[in-house]
Nanobody, 125 residues
Framework: QVQLVESGGGLVQAGGSLRLSCAAS????????MGWFRQAPGKEREFVAA????????YYADSVKGRFTISRDNAKDMGYLQMNSLTPEDTALYYC??????????????????WGQGTQVTVSS
């Protein structure tokens, strides 16, 4: 089992930045990918970014490419999502997730076995 705890969400004005953190514990040595997903009210959960547990490669949704950066600190077993140039469309509950098995479908929620409880990001206009 792997436990994931997100933090760092909050309220920010459009154009601002936030850094989300994901603390992993448990059998993290058996995981292959860490992903970030988000879900806005009334919408499906969507892929944001993913990173191989070792630190590379990385993958991004087109909507966040160039604005968001995913990273990992393996020494601390932490994952991060740096979010810049935020817009109201980025408002959502952001989830950290971990995949136990290698996959090419890193953008698919079904590829992930463990999920955090989410952290709310609200961007005001």
């Amino acid at each position: 089992q792997v436990q994931l705890v997100e933090s760092g969400g909050g309220l920010v004005q459009a154009g601002g930045s936030l850094r989300l953190s994901c603390a992993a514990s448990g059998r993290t040595s058996s995981t292959y990918y860490m992903g970030w997903f988000r879900q806005a009210p009334g919408k499906e959960r969507e892929f944001v970014a993913a990173i191989m547990w070792s630190g590379s490669p990385t993958y991004y949704a087109d909507s966040v490419k160039g604005r968001f950066t995913i990273s990992r600190d393996n020494a601390k077993d932490m994952g991060y999502l740096q979010m810049n140039s935020l817009t109201p469309e980025d408002t959502a509950l952001y989830y950290c997730a971990a995949a136990r098995y290698p996959t090419i479908a890193v953008r698919v929620t079904a590829s992930y076995d463990f999920w955090g409880q989410g952290t709310q990001v609200t961007v005001s206009s």
